[in-house]
């Protein structure tokens, strides 16, 4: 019998874990992927959003402003990359500039610092390549960008390393409460918890509605996006963003923290809550808008596209809150944007909630860092000579695109919570991220896996988990060579 089962492993998920970490408790988190990160938390604009666009007064713009003021602590704790770039929304008519007035006053409402309104001399020195029809901007210098795959990974880590287990591969089916506790039935069996924290993304609904008289709708919203190629990474320098409309803030043009330049998204409501595919309709989409406020986008540079789903509840409002009708029942749904901007202030909020009511004691040994996957590119030539002179795996390097060395894929396999697939090394290390999307490199990680990880053979390495696997059958001379297969 667990104190606390978290149901989801993407950064709201990992963000309770790592909050109720802090006390004696025995927690879980079931996660039906085979890592962390693997749902919504994955595909996103990595934006860490000023707080201006929530309506004032909701817990959506509560949790966006502290979230954001949490983040450099938190990044600094957990060695994530964060970088306060700032961001501009761009009106294009002057017909229309009452919009950033409204969303200059909205931020203020919200409690966003220093925000202000910059004329277009003013904007085309700040960014040179933006549309000629500019006119003014919304100038918010405490948005940021960030990588969140780091992010969750990092606190998914932290949480482990202070006791939070984490049990991947095993899909929720049913709740049903027991008298004074729950039963969680599994792929993997029924797992038992005083309390059942629910921050399963796009079903949190489906769970939520097996428990409680009151139910609540979530619509998966699609959202998809160009990737382009470091050479296109200083296009801008800050986010850019459109004047947003009811469904969004539109489609933005941001360097990434890795160097690269993201494009997106579209905002499309769907139906299938894995619907993660990109169509072409949508990627023109993005095409047309973004030139509406950056001019001559370089999307010839795309090295990849992608989509992914937003948990969109109905009355668009974050769910934090234990059930009026199932006791011990917390929800954390309807976490779509800015939620991995607040994330780290829907953990704290969440963690509270559930200490408040069952008083675990405070631990004495919390960990509250983490140090993430050495990045020999950091350091100079003299200690990288050093690191490779003690461990040569630093030396060979396996991904030419980022520049990803052995040495980093085994600590990122290694590691609290590694890596079990070539997804899983690629949010670890980037290796497979670059230019050639793992073209070349996929083979050679594939053999590090079944070399390192003890469940894992050349045959069986994945993608990212399930029947993602890359090698499908056996080629003639292999074959023959198979023990059960020869005849001498």
Excluded at 27 to 55: F, P, W
Excluded at 190 to 218: L, P, Q, W
Excluded at 457 to 478: A, F, P, Q
């Amino acid at each position: 019998m667990y104190d606390v089962v978290i149901i989801g492993a993407g950064v709201s998920g990992s963000a309770v874990a790592r909050e109720l970490s802090r006390y004696n408790a025995s927690i879980c988190v079931l996660e039906k992927e085979e890592d962390v990160c693997c749902g919504t938390s994955k595909a996103n604009s990595a934006i860490v959003h000023a707080g201006y666009d929530c309506v004032p007064g909701t817990l959506m713009a509560k949790l966006n402003v502290e979230g954001n003021a949490m983040m450099g602590d938190l990044a600094r704790d957990l060695d994530i990359p964060f970088n306060r770039c700032g961001s501009l929304v761009v009106c294009t008519d002057e017909k229309e500039r009452g919009g950033l007035d409204l969303l200059l006053e909205k931020g203020r409402k919200n409690g966003v610092p220093d925000l202000r309104i910059v004329e277009r001399d003013e904007l085309v020195q700040m960014e040179p390549n933006i549309s000629d029809e500019a006119v003014a901007a919304l100038y918010a210098p405490t948005a940021g960008i960030i990588c969140p795959f780091t992010l969750n990974i990092a606190m998914a880590e932290n949480a482990n390393v202070n006791g939070v287990e984490f049990r991947f591969n095993t899909e929720v089916s049913t709740i049903r409460k027991v008298d004074d506790h729950f039963e969680i039935r599994t792929n993997n069996g029924v797992v038992e918890t005083k309390a059942v924290v629910n921050a399963a993304g796009v079903y949190a609904d489906v769970f939520h509605n097996m428990v409680s008289a009151t139910k609540i709708h979530i619509t998966p919203r699609k959202g998809e996006y160009y990737l382009l190629d470091k050479s296109a990474g200083h296009y801008v320098n800050h986010t850019i963003f459109m004047l947003p409309t009811k469904m969004g803030k539109g489609v933005l043009v941001s360097p990434t923290i890795h160097g690269n330049l993201i494009v997106g998204p579209t905002a499309t409501d769907v139906e299938n809550r894995e619907g993660n595919n990109t169509t072409r309709a949508g990627l023109d989409e993005v095409a047309a808008k973004c030139s509406l406020t950056v001019k001559n986008v370089p999307l010839r540079e795309t090295i990849t596209s992608f989509a992914g789903l937003r948990a969109h509840e109905d009355h668009h409002e974050f769910i934090i809150r234990e059930l009026e009708d199932c006791e011990g029942f917390f929800d954390v749904a309807g976490i779509e944007s800015p939620g991995l901007t607040s994330c780290p202030a829907i953990g704290k909020m969440a963690a509270d909630l559930v200490e408040a009511k069952y008083h675990f004691e405070k631990k004495d040994n919390f960990i509250a860092t983490r140090r993430g996957v050495l990045n020999p590119a950091k350091l100079s030539l003299e200690e990288r000579n050093e690191l490779i002179k003690k461990n040569p795996a630093y030396g060979n390097i396996i991904c030419r695109c980022e520049t990803i060395s052995e040495g980093e894929i085994l600590d990122a396999i290694h590691r609290p919570l590694g890596a079990k697939s070539l997804d899983g090394v690629k949010r670890r290390t980037r290796a497979g991220m670059g230019r050639c999307q793992a073209g070349f490199c996929s083979p050679r990680v594939m053999d590090i896996l079944a070399r390192e990880v003890p469940e894992v053979s050349m045959r069986t390495v994945t993608k990212s988990g399930g029947e993602s696997r890359l090698i499908t059958g056996l080629d003639k001379d292999e074959y023959d060579t198979m023990p059960e297969n020869r005849h001498d």
